[in-house]
């Protein structure tokens, strides 16, 4: 196959990251006789400087004309700590999320079993774990109204859901749950947000047609609470985009570190395949961020944007056998026994033959 693939490094240790897994991914290409074509094209900070602007049209085209997307990291301190600071990197990623049509992000908690000691958690608690949360991710409180009355000396931030919003992504989470262990929780703070109750309504009115799955909500401070008290207990979740937010930078450290985890987002053009975590900007040009979060995308992204299931299956092999062996960076080893950044891909993509 021929496969056109965008990649949007960004900023702090995006490039390092994203570099690892091209290298992973042309080793699979090379191995099952695919061909990739690889497009860089700025966004974020890196965007910012060049032309002001942190998702540039260029940027969005060839986003658009690419068969999947291959993202780093966003964020740079600098505008951290500048609030008043009109343009900002995470702009960048909205602006993609909207303008790609990105209504989902899928973001699986894995549990890897040469790394259960890791995790904050007790051994007994994780070992089963194996949950998927689907966010909403182009509506809520991240897209709409917000602003400042100064006379009152007040900011706001609307938080607003259509039915149709709110039904396109419980559906695609049934989808998940009826191809899982069919189980799916709803997850909202319908005693308190009329968003929610609009949620919990468009899921009463769906669970009928998906008699097989067992349907339940939860609030979601009480869905906080479950993820560590009992994370075997979900099969898929699904919510609301800040919830999800939150929620999965919680789940994400369940499997040792958040480093690890992998996520996809897919709506109605390209998809996007990125790590979690963030741009980590201490660790820039360090060689020490943990690339697998970004290996483990590429593997999503060969599944989910290509259906090519053998090829993610061997990188997802190659990844348990790095963490088995050893073979990790400086968040999970410790300082003296780890391996760069670099030296990880390089032996990822050295196992792929
Ligand atoms: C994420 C990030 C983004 C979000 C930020 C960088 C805007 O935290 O992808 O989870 O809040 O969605
Ligand atoms: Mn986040």
């Known amino acids: 196959m021929n496969l056109d693939i965008a990649v949007l490094a960004g900023d702090g240790i995006g490039p390092e990251v994203v570099d690892q897994a091209q290298k992973v991914s042309n080793a ?18 890196a965007a910012i400087d060049a032309v002001g602007n942190p998702y540039p049209d260029e940027t969005h085209q060839i986003c658009m004309n690419a068969d999947a997307v291959l993202f780093g990291a966003i964020g740079l301190p600098r505008f951290d700590n500048d609030p008043s600071n009109p343009v900002r990197p995470e702009q960048g990623l909205l602006a993609m999320r909207k303008k790609l049509g990105l209504y989902a992000n899928i973001r699986p908690t894995l549990v890897f079993p040469s790394l259960l000691h890791k995790s904050p958690l007790r051994q007994e608690l994780i070992e089963n774990a194996d949950f998927v949360c689907i966010r909403e991710l182009t509506g809520g409180i991240y897209f709409g109204d917000k ?20 039904e396109r992504i ?11 262990n069919k ?11 009329e968003t929610s109750r609009l949620w919990r309504e468009v899921g009463q009115g769906l669970e009928k047609e998906y008699p097989e799955v067992k349907t339940e909500y939860l609030l979601v401070d009480a869905a906080a609470m479950r993820i560590i008290q009992w994370p075997e207990g979900f099969d ?12 999965t930078d919680e789940a994400s450290v369940i499997s040792g570190s958040m480093g690890l985890m992998p996520s996809a987002s897919i709506g ?14 201490q660790a820039t040009g360090l060689n020490i961020a943990n690339p697998i979060g970004t290996v483990l995308s590429a593997a999503m992204m060969f599944e989910y944007a290509f259906k090519l299931m053998d090829e993610a299956q061997e990188i997802k092999d190659v990844v348990n056998k790095s963490l088995a062996e050893g073979v990790v960076t400086e968040d999970i ?14 032996w990822l993509a050295a196992q792929i033959k």
């Open 28 to 45: 699979i290409a090379k191995k099952y006789g695919h061909t990739i074509n690889w497009t860089p094209a700025l966004t974020g900070a």
């Open 183 to 193: 189980k799916l929780t709803i997850v909202d703070k319908a005693n308190v947000l």
């Open 333 to 346: 080893a410790g300082k003296d026994k780890a391996y760069g950044t670099s030296e990880v891909g390089d």
């Open 147 to 166: 602003g400042r009355d100064e006379s009152r000396n007040t900011a706001y931030d609307h938080c607003v859901y259509t039915r149709e919003e709110v």
């Open 170 to 180: 419980i559906r695609l989470a049934y989808s998940y749950a009826m191809q899982r």
């Open 268 to 281: 109605l053009h390209t998809s996007v395949f990125e790590p979690i975590h963030g741009s980590y900007p």
């Open 236 to 247: 898929v979740m699904v919510t609301e985009n800040m919830f999800g937010d939150i929620l």
